[in-house]
């Protein structure tokens, strides 16, 4: 993995593809309690299509470095770290792809500056009132405090608890063991990942994102909507309603699969971000 320097602290980040490509840059954001590795089965297919990517380790709780201290951690001030990621590699004209608390992530993203973004994809993610869905807030409640968030997450090393649907398993249809427990393990050995986290956790107001919600049709890009239709939280009518606060958007729907669209169905969600870069020859 390759790192640079933010304003915000060290940003680790995994890249595929050829570093001289004439499509445009992909520039991939993940859920809370997730890192970039989520995105490798994409990322290579798309490599195999001569699209370079980017799938950083964004501050969510499953980063190797915790950030400064003083790094703001609220949805707003992750989308400016990810802004400041575009801005010192100077990418433009980004595919920029999101799902679940990513997805809302780069809601935040277009709301702040969309001057490097070219075009969007996002999977079944956070929207509107929905940051974050049930049973998502629930759980995600029992996190916000740095103790808590140990003694909650010490279970998770139980794979059959963490691919259970109180885990990972409501997420994906057959989760990867080792893959799993590697996004649970920064948090629990990190005391600083975890204060990361908890930040972010404490920030999250449902009102801020449906604010942003009613801003999304200045966005002039194209967007797509690749929606999972057996996800059980992020519903398909979430999906449609999302679609609709766009001006230029498609929804995209994909059987059987849940939340985790690029775990589950791979090839379908490669498809759709390289069918932009068709558009443009």
Not at 80 to 94: P, T
Request: with cysteine; net charge negative.
């Amino acid at each position: 993995m390759s790192a640079i320097d933010l304003p915000s602290g060290t940003v680790h980040y995994r890249t595929a593809g050829p570093e001289q490509s004439t499509q445009p840059p992909v520039v991939f954001v993940h859920a809370f309690l997730m890192n970039g590795s989520v995105w490798s089965g994409v990322a290579d297919l798309l490599a195999e299509q001569g699209i370079r990517s980017y799938a950083p380790d964004w501050p969510l709780g499953s980063h190797p470095t915790p950030l400064h201290p003083d790094a703001d951690q609220s949805p707003r001030g992750i989308a400016r770290q990810i802004l400041a990621f575009l801005d010192a590699l100077d990418l433009d004209d980004v595919t920029l792809v999101g799902s679940d608390t990513g997805g809302g992530l780069v809601q935040f993203v277009l709301d702040t500056d969309a001057s490097r973004i070219g075009r969007v994809v996002l999977a079944n993610c956070d929207a509107f009132e929905a940051f974050p869905p049930f049973p998502f807030n629930v759980i995600l409640g029992l996190l916000k405090g740095s103790r808590r968030m140990k003694l909650n997450l010490l279970p998770m090393r139980s794979t059959m608890l963490r691919h259970s649907p109180l885990g990972f398993g409501l997420l994906v249809n057959e989760p990867d063991a080792q893959l799993t427990r590697s996004w649970i393990e920064p948090a629990l050995t990190q005391p600083g990942v975890r204060d990361d986290a908890v930040r972010l956790l404490r920030a999250l107001d449902p009102r801020e994102l449906l604010d942003v919600s009613t801003r999304l049709k200045h966005f002039q890009g194209p967007v797509r909507i690749v929606w999972g239709t057996a996800d059980r939280s992020f519903t398909l009518d979430l999906g449609r309603r999302l679609q609709q606060a766009f001006t230029d958007a498609e929804l995209v729907e994909v059987p059987g699969a849940r939340t985790l669209v690029q775990l589950d169905a791979p090839q379908i969600l490669a498809d759709q971000i390289a069918g932009f870069a068709a558009a443009r020859r």
